[in-house]
């Protein structure tokens, strides 16, 4: 059963073509580009994915203009049909600004841009997303962020954590993010947002193969491949 996604491109997206050429590589099936003012996805999709960069140059907020593109109201019906959506970096600004998930990124703690590899510590293991990882496992991913400072007040942390919504966490100071969040889920399960890029950790000539577990996870949890 071949494995059908969707990368969407916003103006001012650098990571999308990153993102497909993961996409490709992991799941051997390229994924569609959607342009952010299109009104509707492709259909069947099994997987959608908000890449990073800056949509909109990031005025009025990281991810606030694009999440009012045409195209996040399809996004945003299909995520609560269940369809798996990924944001990363910009993308998980959007899906926080577009209600898809609690809080706010915030400017960096330092208040510099941090662009280097860090150490992830995957915090639940059991998701869809992260099934191919063991829970504690310490990963290393690159970031590439001005604002990715998570932020939600204490009811809404302790409900996350509490809910084993925290999908992975940072294992060293990166951004100054509440409860050192790196990664998080939905309610339902199947929208994750993060920080961190495993598009850019999934072969050796790049760094490290790290990520690909999230892209290994989401397909065989998807279509058994």
């Known amino acids: 059963m071949a494995f059908t996604s969707a990368v969407i491109t916003f103006p001012g997206s650098n ?9 490709e590589k992991v799941s051997g099936t390229a994924p569609h580009r959607v ?13 959608i994915a908000v890449p990073g960069g800056f949509s909109y140059g990031d005025y009025l907020r990281c991810g606030a203009i694009a999440s009012r593109s045409p195209i996040m109201q399809a996004v945003i019906a299909a995520a609560e049909r269940g369809v798996p959506v990924l944001g990363v970096c910009n993308g998980f600004q959007v899906l926080t600004e577009s209600g898809l998930l609690p809080g706010a990124l915030l400017r960096n703690a330092g208040l510099n841009f941090v662009c280097r590899e860090v150490s992830l510590e995957v915090a639940n293991a059991q998701s869809l997303f992260t099934s191919a990882y063991d829970a504690g496992q310490v990963i290393r991913v690159p970031v590439a962020h001005h604002d990715g400072n998570y932020f939600a007040d204490d009811a809404t942390l302790d409900r996350l954590e509490g809910e084993g919504r925290v999908a992975f966490r940072y294992a060293e100071e990166v951004n100054g993010s509440a409860r050192s969040i790196a990664g998080l889920l939905n309610a339902a399960g199947n929208v994750l947002g993060m920080m961190p890029h495993p598009e850019r950790a999934i072969e050796d000539t790049h760094g490290g193969t790290d990520g690909r577990g999230l892209f290994e996870s989401a397909i065989r949890g998807l279509v058994g491949a």
């Open 15 to 23: 990571c999308d073509r990153d993102m497909a050429v993961a996409l």
């Open 35 to 47: 342009w952010h003012g299109d009104s509707q996805l492709p259909e069947g999709l099994d997987f």
